[in-house]
C-alpha cells in the first residue's frame, strides 16, 4: 500500500510539473511567435522606405524561432512520456483491471492537462476479444476446456521420455486452439508428474512450455493479442493468413531451439543438490496423478463448435472469393475485412454452444475465461488510449528523432515490444503501443510482424500466473521464481526463444514477403 502511494503522489507531481511547464513554456511560444512577426513588419517597412536595404537579411530569425520551439516542445513529449511511464507503473501496482483504468487517468491528464488530442481506442479489437471470449467460454461452461486439457494429457503420457519436446508444443498448440493461456494452469500438473514419474528435471518442461503457451497466443487466430495487431497490418493490406504465415512457422521454430537448449539444461534430477536436500529433508513427495477429469455430456459438441469457428475463420483468411463486397473508400468494391468476420464467427459459435450444448447465458461470465478475459479488455483499452494518445500526438517528433535508429538498427523495435510487455505485462496493450510506431517508423509489415512476436516478454518478470503456478507445482525445487527477480527458471527459454523466433520471422518475411 505504501508503494501504490508513493507512486500516485509522483505521478501526481509529476502532472502537476507537466501542466506547469506546459503554461509557461506555452507562454513563451506564444512571445516567441510575436516577437517576429513584429520584426517582420520593420524588416519590410525598411524595405519600403530604403529600397536598398536588403530584403533578406532578416532571414536567420526563423531558423532560431524553430530551434528554439524545438526544444520547448520536446520538453513537454518527455514530462507527458513520463506520466504515461508514471501510470503504466501504477495500473501495473494495482493489478488486473488497474492498468487499463490507470490508464484512462493518464489519458485524461495528457488530454485536459496538456490539450493533446484524445487518441483512438482499440475499438476492434475490444469486439473481437469480446466476441472470442463469449464463445471460448460458452465451451468452458459446456465442459469443452476440460475435454481439450483431457486430449492434451492423454498425449503427454503417451510419451513420457520425449516430455522435453512434447510438452511445449502441446502447450503450444492447446493455447492456439483456445486463443488464452488460461487452458495451460491445467496441464501443468500431468507436465511435472510425467516428468517426476520418469526422473526428468521438471524445470526443464515446465519453464520451455510456459514460454511455448504464450508464443501460442501470437499464433492463434482468436487471441486478443491478434485481435490487436489485425487491424493495424490490415491497413497496409496484411491479413490473418498473413501474420500466421511468418508467426507459426517461426514460433515452431524458435520453440525447438529452446527445447532442445532445455533439455541440456541443469543437472539432471537424481544429481541436483537441492533435490538431494529436499530430499533427504523429507520436503519432497511425489506428486499425485492429476484427478481424472469428468467430461460433461455435451463437452465433445461444444468443442467441434468451437475449432469449427477458428477453422471457418482461417477459411475466410485464406480464401477472400468467399467474403462478401463491400464498398471501397477510393471508389468500387473489396472482400470484407478478416476483422468483422472473427467478431461474427464468434458470436455465431457462442450462440451454437448455448442452443446446442445444454448450456445457460447465466453460466458463462462464471468461467475462469470469462472473467480474465474481460480483465485483459479493460486493461488494453485504457492502457491502449493513454499510448496512443501520447504517440499521436506526437508522432513526427518520434519519427524524426528515431528515424535513423529504425533503419540503422531495425532490430531494436522488437527489443522495445519485449521491454514494454515486461512493463505492462500485457500482450496486447504491448501490440497497441509499439506496432504503430514501427509502421510509422518506416519498418514494413511483414518484419514488424515477425518482431512482434517479441510480446512474450511479459514473461521477463516472475510475475505471470503461468511461472507461479509452474514453480508452485514443482516441489523438488528445479523450478523457481529467482533471488534476483530476472534470475528464474524461465528467462533462458525466454530469451532463447523470442530471439530465435523474431530472427526466423524476419527471415520468412524477406524471403516470401518481400
Known amino acids: 500500500m505504501r508503494r501504490l502511494l508513493t507512486i500516485l503522489v509522483a505521478a501526481a507531481l509529476l502532472a502537476g510539473a507537466g501542466l506547469v511547464a506546459a503554461s509557461v513554456l506555452g507562454g513563451s511560444s506564444e512571445a516567441a511567435t510575436t516577437t517576429p512577426t513584429t520584426t517582420t513588419g520593420t524588416a519590410t517597412g525598411a524595405t519600403t522606405a530604403a529600397t536598398t536595404t536588403p530584403a533578406t537579411e532578416p532571414a536567420p530569425a526563423p531558423a532560431a524561432e524553430e530551434d528554439e520551439t524545438s526544444s520547448t516542445d520536446w520538453v513537454l513529449i518527455a514530462i507527458e512520456g513520463l506520466i504515461v511511464i508514471a501510470f503504466i507503473a501504477l495500473g501495473v501496482r494495482a493489478g488486473g483491471i488497474g492498468l487499463g483504468l490507470f490508464g484512462g487517468v493518464g489519458t485524461a491528464i495528457l488530454v485536459f492537462g496538456f490539450g493533446l488530442t484524445p487518441g483512438e481506442p482499440p475499438v476492434d479489437a475490444m469486439l473481437i476479444i469480446i466476441a472470442v471470449i463469449s464463445a471460448a467460454a460458452a465451451m468452458q461452461a459446456a465442459g469443452g476446456v476440460d475435454y481439450m486439457v483431457l486430449v492434451a494429457s492423454k498425449a503427454l503420457r503417451a510419451r513420457p521420455k520425449s516430455i522435453n519436446f512434447a510438452a511445449p508444443f502441446i502447450s503450444y498448440l492447446l493455447c492456439i486452439l483456445t486463443g488464452t493461456s488460461n487452458t495451460f494452469y491445467s496441464i501443468i500438473p500431468v507436465i ?41 497490418v490490415e491497413v497496409y493490406d496484411y491479413e490473418l493468413v498473413d501474420v500466421l504465415m511468418i508467426t507459426i512457422p517461426a514460433s515452431i521454430i524458435g520453440i525447438l531451439a529452446m527445447s532442445f537448449v532445455m533439455s541440456r539444461h541443469g543437472r539432471d534430477l537424481e544429481d541436483d543438490a537441492e533435490y538431494q536436500r529436499r530430499l533427504a529433508a523429507g520436503e519432497v513427495t511425489p506428486p499425485a496423478p492429476a484427478s481424472d477429469i469428468v467430461i460433461m455430456k455435451y463437452a465433445k459438441r461444444s468443442v467441434a463448435i468451437f475449432l469449427g469457428a477458428v477453422a471457418l475463420i482461417c477459411i475466410f483468411g485464406f480464401a477472400k472469393d468467399l467474403r462478401p463486397e463491400v464498398p471501397a473508400e477510393g471508389g468500387g468494391f473489396e472482400p470484407l475485412s478478416v476483422t468483422p468476420i472473427i467478431q461474427m464467427v464468434m458470436l455465431t459459435a457462442a450462440a451454437l454452444i448455448v442452443l446446442f450444448c445444454a448450456v445457460k447465458t447465466a453460466d458463462i ?117 529467482g533471488k534476483r527477480v530476472i534470475d528464474h527458471s524461465f528467462q533462458l527459454p525466454l530469451q532463447v526463444g523470442w530471439i530465435v523466433t523474431a530472427l526466423t520471422g524476419i527471415g520468412i518475411a524477406a524471403l516470401f514477403f518481400s
Not at 385 to 400: G, K
Open 192 to 232: 511435472n508428474e510425467v516428468s517426476f514419474a520418469n526422473k526428468i528435471r521438471p524445470e526443464r518442461p515446465l519453464a520451455s512450455s510456459t514460454v511455448a503457451s504464450a508464443f501460442g497466443i501470437t499464433s492463434s487466430p482468436v487471441a486478443a493479442a491478434m485481435a490487436t495487431i489485425l487491424p493495424l
Open 365 to 481: 461470465p462464471g468461467t475462469q475465461i470469462f472473467r480474465s478475459g474481460m480483465v485483459a479488455m479493460i486493461a488494453l483499452f485504457g492502457i491502449a488510449w493513454m499510448a496512443d494518445t501520447f504517440i499521436a500526438n506526437n508522432e513526427d517528433a518520434i519519427v524524426t528523432a528515431l528515424g535513423d535508429l529504425a533503419s540503422k538498427w531495425p532490430f531494436m523495435i522488437a527489443v522495445a515490444i519485449f521491454g514494454v510487455a515486461a512493463l505492462t505485462t500485457s500482450q496486447s496493450a504491448a501490440t497497441r503501443t509499439m506496432v504503430p510506431l514501427g509502421l510509422a517508423l518506416g519498418i514494413g509489415a511483414p518484419y514488424m510482424i515477425a518482431m512482434w512476436t517479441a510480446v512474450v516478454g511479459v514473461l521477463f518478470l516472475p510475475a505471470n500466473g503461468t511461472q507461479i503456478a509452474a514453480a508452485e507445482a514443482d516441489t523438488t525445487g528445479t523450478t523457481t521464481l
